[in-house]
């Protein structure tokens, strides 16, 4: 701003990919709002445990941004690739992207319980992602999907007691959620072999 640049959007995370770290929404929200900055969410791993109420702390803020999107094929079970999107005023998205052709005319133009996907993106065409998200929903429900949710940050609390029970290893970042970072003690060389190993045996996958 200072150098007279406009700044359009902010994208902050929530569940950062290397250690699921989080930005502070509600500061970002206090700038975005009076610079007039759209506020961007990528919530792409940590949006599925939004879903639990014991993670309530991390939706803190939430109603103060413009967009958030979430990848349902992380922690909610539907397979490769699924994104879910959200958007707090939708029309303004619809309004840049646009696509009125003749051909593409129908009946149920601009009714609002039968949204016209075509505008809401830079692609015309899209897949059916909507059935598998249904089917997932429909055959777990809501508390099966909570379930499985909770299972993945047990399981990872349980891991990282070992790890701190273990004098060979040390966390390298708190855990949070099913993310469990942790090394080798010394020489970075020992965690890279023992990375490499691990692949080798192909049980587990590890990065
Ligand atoms: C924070 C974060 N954002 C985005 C992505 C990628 O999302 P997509 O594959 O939907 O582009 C990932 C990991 O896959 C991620 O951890």
């Known amino acids: 701003v200072a150098a007279g640049l406009i700044p359009v959007i902010c994208v902050a995370t929530l569940g950062t990919t290397g ?4 930005d502070d929404i509600e ?3 206090s700038i975005c709002e009076e610079k007039s900055v759209w506020l961007h969410v990528d919530a792409a791993y940590a949006g599925g445990a939004f879903a639990l109420e014991e993670c309530s702390e991390l939706r803190r803020g939430l109603e103060r941004v413009d967009s958030l999107n979430f990848n349902l094929h992380k922690f909610m079970l539907v397979n490769f690739d699924c994104a879910a999107m959200w958007l707090r005023d939708a029309n303004k998205v619809i309004d840049s ?5 003749i051909y593409l005319k129908h009946k149920h133009e601009g009714q609002t319980q039968i949204p016209d996907f075509r505008h809401w993106q830079i692609p015309l065409g899209r897949r059916f992602r909507a059935l598998k998200v249904w089917i ?19 399981l990872a609390g349980q891991f990282e007691d070992l790890v701190k029970a273990d004098e060979r290893f040390e966390l390298i970042a708190p855990r949070a959620l099913g993310l469990v970072c ?3 003690k010394g020489d970075n060389e020992i965690t890279s072999q023992l990375l490499q190993r691990l692949m ?6 590890m990065v």
């Open 19 to 22: 250690t699921c770290a989080y």
């Open 182 to 184: 942790f090394r080798a």
């Open 27 to 29: 500061s970002l929200a």
């Open 97 to 101: 992207f646009n696509v009125d052709r």
């Open 200 to 205: 080798d045996r192909k049980k587990i996958y």
């Open 136 to 154: 997932t929903f429909r055959t777990l429900g809501a508390e099966g999907l909570r379930a499985h949710i909770r299972k993945h940050i047990s």
